[in-house]
């Protein structure tokens, strides 16, 4: 669809652009007449949710996403707008137009039918309400008259939805009421009482679930209290039956003293060696009498000499076993070794009497180096033994050990679980304690002064502007769906035919071909009829075979062929052609009546008049008419004495051109029967019609026949329709829709020559 055509098109209705937003423009007016006025007053909520001021017990408070934010203010506003609020704020409306002297809308006629007792139950109940929150009921007579003056006064939840508006103040941690009424001091009632029954509400919600939150951590720590003392106890029970006070420290010690054993052993070790040389090395200077004579000498103390060794071995395996700590058994442990050697220097003396007395000194020196490499061997071993023993000790720790760390584990897990619901629990009662502290009123609604501006203007320009789109929209879906032809362009890409003309639609009564051609037309119109009619004649003169029989044919009738083919053999007389029109269209002969010319062509068929006899003269020079009676019959059924085609035969040669008009060539077969007659076809189609499918058919057909088809003549087509293709049409148009036309035009041209493409159905 081309621009310019659809502006034309929205051109043509501009009554009905005109007149459908002015009925809006006047009805919205005369609706608006009695609007109230209308006052806005605003109260102020801070939500405490961004607000990082306000003490709190919650960890993750400060690591909060943008969208946890928006979903919290949701869920507050949600709670705001709840049904139950709803229900507080009607009844404290309610109960404020029964008690005060000043009602917002109760009427002194609704109060007048009111008794007095009826407002004081309804006072009673409305208080009752207050207090509890629970909604309204209707078991009661007092409940049902309450809800009908709720009702009647739009106090109900639904008045009050609309009357009140809540939302977030962007980006911050503020909400925003603002209610609007026909009363300034009732706008601001509004705002104030859903501040004070949201907080009163959400207050005891707030409780009410941290009540049942502390009850179930309560219970919850209790448990987990006692799980947490049994595990403690099973634990204290498994290390008094295993004598451990604490196990590391007592492993450390044990390990502790190996090591300091280990090291002393270390020492005895190496005291053995050296002793055992020292001993060799003075037995080499002994003969084999003289250790007898030592040896026999040492008997008699020999008896003594060992019980002390078997005491220093005692108290030296007492001394180890203590750690080295018990100085009762290292004094005793010295007392023996000191009588021990006392013994070892008496029996040396004894030996003085010997004659080898020099070497007196080597047998005191050997008998105790035997003494301290014996007492070093049995410290050794019982070194040894002592370390087996500590070490025996530290591996039974490790079952235990095994076991106190799964104990530990377990009282950890437990204790943390502990500490946690301990935690959970303060908060709880934090939260509690606080409840409702969070969000505050941080500005109470005043009356405003003024009322709002009147959005009366607002709403009759909306209404007209509207109702102009609403226009233009539905004027567009109407030329969307309207598929009838306007303009030669359409007629090409629907039809696929070649277009041998194109004529515009006449408005005359009475065409005056004379008149029309002969003088200076009269109007536009006429001078598009003659431009349009020569161009069609040049296409014909280049086309049609001269000396040729032309039929003219239409899908439907009424297409205008019979004024097309009087037109046309005007246009060729004018150039010398003599042109003869035969009235083949035996179901309407309209040729005939047109020219009053004799209805002769049956009669020379059937030999009754010649065929120049049945030639009727016109008052057109060179053009002549041979008429019909219309009878029920077609053109191959004209037979007598000559056929229809003898007929043509025989006039053909006294004429330049033999224009025959067919009937509907989709209701009858005259025109396919006359196509056989024909040198020639002209398809004549109307514009404003809608190409069907048996329109296409028939097209098909017509195509059929390459060499006698000519073209379609695309007739009564409106002017401004024909821009397109014959360029712009001078006409007396404003000065505004010249500017506007030229401004499209420019638009269109530019954007060609930028590589846009222009669609046009």
């Given at each position: 669809m081309e621009l310019i055509w659809f502006l034309r098109e929205l051109a043509k209705k501009w009554r009905l652009l005109l007149i459908v937003p002015l009925v809006a423009v006047i009805a919205t007016y005369l609706l608006t007449l009695k609007i109230p006025k209308v006052y806005n007053a605003n109260a102020q909520l801070a939500a405490g949710i961004v607000d990082d001021t306000q003490a709190s017990f919650d960890a993750t408070k400060e690591i909060i996403s943008s969208y946890a934010v928006q979903t919290k203010f949701s869920n507050l506003i949600e709670l705001i707008e709840s049904k139950k609020v709803y229900n507080l704020i009607s009844y404290k409306l309610l109960h404020h137009d029964l008690t005060d002297n000043y009602p917002f809308r109760l009427t002194p006629q609704q109060s007048a039918s009111l008794s007095d007792k009826e407002k004081s139950q309804l006072i009673e109940l409305m208080d009752k309400y207050l207090i509890s929150g629970a909604s309204l009921g209707l078991s009661t007579p007092v409940e049902r008259l309450a809800n009908?003056?709720?009702?009647?006064?739009?106090?109900?939840?639904?008045?009050?939805?609309?009357?009140?508006?809540?939302?977030?103040?962007?980006?911050?941690?503020?909400?925003?009421?603002?209610?609007?009424?026909?009363?300034?001091?009732?706008?601001?009632?509004?705002?104030?009482?859903?501040?004070?029954?949201?907080?009163?509400?959400?207050?005891?919600?707030?409780?009410?679930?941290?009540?049942?939150?502390?009850?179930?951590?309560?219970?919850?720590?209790?448990?987990?209290?006692?799980?947490?003392?049994?595990?403690?106890?099973?634990?204290?029970?498994?290390?008094?039956?295993?004598?451990?006070?604490?196990l590391y420290e007592q492993t450390k010690s044990i390990v502790n003293q190996i090591a300091n054993v280990e090291i002393i052993r270390e020492g005895e070790n190496q005291k053995i060696p050296a002793l055992t040389k020292a001993i060799q090395e003075i037995e080499k200077r002994f003969s084999s009498k003289e250790k007898s004579f030592i040896e026999t000498g040492l008997i008699p103390f020999n008896e003594r000499i060992a019980l002390l060794k078997d005491r220093v071995a005692e108290l030296n395996m007492q001394l180890i076993s203590s750690n080295y700590t018990d100085n009762k058994a290292r004094d005793s442990l010295n007392k023996t070794k000191s009588?021990?050697?006392?013994?070892?220097?008496?029996?040396?003396?004894?030996?003085?009497?010997?004659?080898?007395?020099?070497?007196?000194?080597?047998?005191?020196?050997?008998?105790?180096?035997?003494?301290?490499?014996?007492?070093?061997?049995?410290?050794?071993?019982?070194?040894?033994?002592?370390?087996?023993?500590?070490?025996?000790?530290?591996?039974?720790?490790?079952?235990?050990?095994?076991?106190?760390?799964?104990?530990?584990?377990?009282?950890?897990?437990?204790?943390?679980?502990?500490?946690?619901?301990?935690?959970?629990?303060?908060?709880?009662?934090?939260?509690?304690?606080?409840?409702?502290?969070?969000?505050?009123?941080?500005?109470?609604?005043?009356?405003?002064?003024?009322?709002?501006?009147?959005?009366?203007?607002?709403?009759?320009?909306?209404?007209?502007?509207?109702?102009?789109?609403?226009?233009?929209?539905?004027?567009?879906?109407?030329?969307?769906?309207?598929?009838?032809?306007?303009?030669?362009?359409?007629?090409?890409?629907?039809?696929?035919?070649?277009?041998?003309?194109?004529?515009?639609?006449?408005?005359?009564?009475?065409?005056?071909?004379?008149?029309?051609?002969?003088?200076?037309?009269?109007?536009?119109?006429?001078?598009?009829?003659?431009?349009?009619?020569?161009?069609?004649?040049?296409?014909?003169?280049?086309?049609?075979?001269?000396?040729?029989?032309?039929?003219?044919?239409?899908?439907?009738?009424?297409?205008?062929?019979?004024?097309?083919?009087?037109?046309?053999a005007y246009s060729l007389k004018l150039t010398g052609k003599k042109v003869l029109l035969i009235d083949t269209n035996l179901k309407s002969p309209g040729l005939t009546k047109i020219f009053n010319a004799k209805p002769a062509l049956e009669a020379a068929a059937l030999g009754n008049v010649s065929v120049d006899e049945s030639i009727s003269n016109t008052s057109l020079n060179d053009i002549d008419v041979i008429g019909c009676e219309g009878l029920n019959m077609t053109p191959s059924e004209i037979r007598g004495t000559k056929t229809f085609s003898e007929i043509l035969a025989e006039v053909k040669a006294s004429y330049d051109y033999v224009f025959l008009e067919g009937a509907a060539l989709l209701k009858y077969s005259d025109s396919k029967e006359l196509i056989t007659e024909s040198d020639a076809v002209i398809l004549v189609y109307a514009a404003n019609s809608t190409i069907q499918e048996d329109d296409l058919n028939a097209f098909l057909y017509l195509k059929s026949y390459e060499s006698k088809f000519l073209g379609a003549v695309l007739n009564k087509v409106l002017p401004e329709n024909m821009e397109g293709l014959y360029g712009e049409i001078e006409k007396k148009r404003s000065g505004t829709r010249k500017f506007f036309k030229k401004l499209v035009k420019r638009n269109l041209s530019g954007q060609i020559k930028n590589g846009t493409k222009i669609s046009a159905d």
């Open positions: 009908k003056l709720i009702g009647e006064l739009r106090y109900d939840e639904e008045s009050v939805d609309k009357a009140i508006k809540v939302d977030r103040e962007t980006n911050s941690d503020f909400i925003k009421i603002e209610a609007e009424a026909e009363s300034a001091v009732l706008a601001a009632f509004l705002a104030n009482t859903m501040c004070e029954q949201f907080l009163k509400f959400y207050i005891d919600l707030r409780r009410e679930k941290n009540t049942a939150i502390i009850d179930f951590f309560e219970k919850l720590a209790r448990e987990k209290k006692a799980e947490l003392d049994a595990k403690v106890e099973e634990l204290k029970r498994y290390k008094m039956d295993n004598k451990i006070i604490n009588e021990l050697y006392e013994i070892v220097k008496n029996a040396s003396d004894n030996l003085l009497v010997d004659p080898n007395v020099p070497k007196q000194d080597l047998v005191v020196k050997k008998i105790t180096y035997e003494l301290d490499r014996e007492i070093a061997i049995k410290s050794v071993e019982s070194i040894d033994k002592e370390i087996r023993r500590l070490k025996n000790i530290v591996e039974g720790y490790t079952p235990s050990e095994a076991m106190i760390s799964s104990y530990d584990r377990e009282i950890n897990v437990i204790a943390e679980a502990y500490l946690v619901i301990l935690n959970k629990l303060t908060f709880a009662r934090f939260e509690a304690e606080n409840a409702g502290e969070s969000v505050q009123v941080t500005q109470r609604a005043t009356p405003p002064e003024k009322a709002e501006p009147s959005k009366r203007l607002l709403l009759i320009i909306i209404a007209g502007l509207a109702s102009f789109v609403f226009t233009i929209v539905v004027i567009i879906l109407l030329l969307y769906l309207d598929l009838t032809i306007k303009t030669p362009k359409q007629f090409i890409q629907r039809s696929g035919l070649e277009l041998a003309g194109i004529i515009n639609k006449l408005t005359l009564e009475k065409l005056d071909l004379r008149s029309l051609f002969g003088s200076e037309p009269k109007n536009q119109d006429e001078v598009i009829f003659q431009n349009l009619l020569r161009t069609f004649r040049q296409h014909f003169l280049e086309r049609a075979p001269a000396k040729g029989v032309i039929l003219f044919t239409g899908n439907h009738g009424k297409e205008g062929k019979t004024i097309l083919m009087i037109s046309l």
